[in-house]
């Protein structure tokens, strides 16, 4: 699979509220002064948690458990922890969209996971040739580990 990296993405910096941001710090610095200068636990802040979960809730009816979240240091992380959860390290194969998140690629190449790429519409993956792709996949006697896309 080649790749055309698109990855250094940056905001305009102008475009950053910086001035609210540091009204808004102001306003909570001195309740948060023990939960920033401790760990936050294995599973991330539990208020953080517990915002997610309700937030979760208010967009998609949801509701999910804040034990059952996870906060992650960003994309990659959690993308990993999913890997190293899902794949055994022997003979792994991914389903995923033929042009996606060059750190997801590069991390499944260093895994040693074979990756099967499916092309895109506007629509996402192509699910004719998604299908096709697990059909032959089965007939091949490999079943992929998981199939990996971007819910945009």
Do not use: W
Not at 44 to 68: C, K, S, Y
Not at 96 to 114: D, F, N, P, Q
Not at 117 to 143: F, N, Q, S, W, Y
Request: glycine share 10%.
């Amino acid at each position: 699979m080649d790749i055309i990296s698109f990855a250094t993405g940056n905001t305009n910096p102008e475009s950053f509220p910086t001035e609210a941001f540091g009204d808004a710090a102001k306003r909570v610095i001195s309740d948060l002064t023990v939960a920033l200068n401790t760990y936050p636990g294995n599973m991330g802040h539990p208020g953080l948690r517990e915002l997610m979960a309700q937030r979760e809730f208010d967009r998609e009816g949801v509701r999910v458990d804040p034990e059952h979240m996870l906060i992650t240091n960003g994309s990659m992380q959690s993308i990993m922890l999913a890997t190293e959860a899902l794949c055994t390290g022997t003979d792994d194969i991914v389903v995923l969209e033929e042009y996606c998140y060059v750190g997801t690629i590069s991390a499944y190449r260093t895994s040693g996971i074979e990756m099967v790429g499916i092309p895109l519409d506007e629509h996402g993956m192509k699910v004719d040739v998604l299908a096709g792709t697990l059909e032959r996949l089965a007939d091949e006697g490999r079943k992929p580990r998981f199939i990996y896309t971007l819910a945009t």
